[in-house]
């Protein structure tokens, strides 16, 4: 038929730029880096084919095994402090107070604004001496307060926290929307059998908020392995790589030490223990997730 | 809504006060990194030394309240890395706009064996991290002799999307079919059913599109740093890292150009906020 024809072509006409993206882009890449994660290649010398070379390095590197423990503790902070503070406030702005549009405004703030220019902001809070943080806690009757980015105990978890202020509007936003469609009438419900506050959200709010905090987990998980911009303005990784976590130290092979191979390899390794961790919460889903 | 219902009036008051607390708390700890920029990008260099640290802005109590901010702008090269963040992040958010309204009306409405395979490819390799495809990307815009150029930081949003197609995807199939039928009915091509037809009716969706590209990509700082060596074509991140590293304690001046990079996107957030939250939270929810 001369019509479907027509919009045959014209569907490929349209779908030009995405496959071509997708091939340069994306597939190639993906392949590409695959196949140079096989090879040593200081960017400027030739390539030398070592098999699992690579692999083995980094398995047996005490720097790549620092930055591995680096990223879990990373991860452990941000995943359950991003979610159970995006919770907690989303359901306190769930009550239909006029005032909630502003604080709603408020709470999504950092995550529209510029990356760079919020953490300079925090570098300077963070200041040892002269920064409002410590100064604040002095104030509070702290004297020994850490150093915070030059202390290696407190670089990570303020990497971390940094984070967690930028995203956790984002994540409440989510959340907001999947309490918006809970059925108030469960709550009366609730009430009437006489559930206190705190049980009517476990029993009813919670469960039926499950589908939302799945998704909320996977976005989370996700974005916690590849903090970058906040870890260079904040820390560049330091001090003595103390938040060096496992995204900035494949930049810092491939592109401070020029070593691609090694960053790739490093690269694919951070790939499949971020498939393994989302298969795993897929794997679960069933039994936690109320599909309503 | 919960409070007032309350059988127990007093009770309710004092759940709502607590509210309240809450809430401002968080708000304040929120805000306060915007605020302490603000504030300290209207200070004198030598109060940001000053223990206790002050909150007065005092350069706003002078004859010459925008010092930091002038100094910022015309003397360290401020509006050149402004202009170039401007330019970039408007032209790859026209690019987004134009592949992803393409891309996910062919999904939506367009028939082409093999479509559904393409578009779940897409989406999952959206989810590949990007420190797997830099390294080749890289190469690749290095043999294309692209380095120190604006072309990495806009092509790519020229060609792919998934967020953008995703959303865009979705928002073309929810809408009616029968305007689509009528026009072919009339004769309209594919082209002119999507040009004349649904593209107009798209309209909040393509500038959630827009807008998220724009943010994105003005915050953008790992390519600007792999692809522009030049001083001339520094976009604003940029900038204020080198800022960083020439001048460690110059705060003040550090502080008013963070707040010149975080206005534009709060203003555009603020024109648009309705269409963005629906974008965020409709490609967020349903993905």
Known sequence: MRSSRKVRITALLFLAPTIIGLLVFRLVPIGWSFALSFYDWKIFDTPTFVGFGNYAHIFSSPTAYKVFLNSAYFSAIYV????????VLAVLLNNG????????????????????????????????????????????GVDNAPAWLADPTWALPAVALVSIWKDVGFYMILLLAGLQTIDPTLYEAARVDGAKPIQRFFKVTVPLLTRSLFFVMILALVRSTQTFEITYALTNGGPNRASTTLAFYVYQNAFVEFEMGYAAALSYIMCFILGLFTLTNFYFRKRWVHDG | MTANLHPNRGNARVTLIVLYAVLLIYAVVTLMPFIWMLITSFKEPRDVFKLPPSFVPKLLFTDHPFENYVE???????????????????????????????????????????????????????????????????????????????????????????FGTFMLREYFASLPRDYGDAAYVDG??????????????????????????????????????????????????????SFVSQYEASWTLLMAGSVISTLPLIIIYMLTQKYVLQGFVGGGVKG
């Open chain 1, 97 to 140: 107070l006029r005032s909630s549009a502003f604080f709603r405004g408020a709470f999504f703030l950092p995550y529209i604004t510029s990356t760079v220019a919020v953490t300079l902001a925090w570098r300077w809070i963070f200041s040892t001496k002269f920064g409002l943080l410590n100064n604040f806690l002095g104030w509070l």
């Open chain 1, 80 to 87: 359950p402090g991003s979610i159970g503070l995006a919770l």
């Open chain 2, 72 to 162: 910022i702008w015309t003397q360290r090269d401020f509006v050149i890395y402004f202009r170039n963040s401007a330019f970039v992040s408007f032209m790859a958010a026209v690019g987004q706009v134009f592949a992803t309204s393409l891309g996910g009306y062919a999904f939506a409405r367009l028939d082409l064996p093999g479509k559904n395979w393409l578009f779940a490819l897409v989406l999952v390799t959206a989810f590949v991290p990007v420190e797997v495809t830099i390294i080749p990307e890289f190469l690749i815009m290095r043999g294309l002799g692209w380095v120190d150029t604006f072309l990495p930081l806009i092509v790519p949003s020229f060609l792919v999307g998934a």
């Open chain 2, 188 to 241: 309209a091509t594919p082209f002119q059913i999507f040009w004349k037809v649904y593209l107009p009716l798209a309209q909040p969706a393509l500038v959630a599109v827009f807008v998220i590209a724009f943010i994105n990509n003005w915050d953008e700082l790992l390519r600007p740093l792999l692809f522009l060596n030049s001083n001339e074509l520094k976009t604003v991140p940029l900038g204020l890292m």
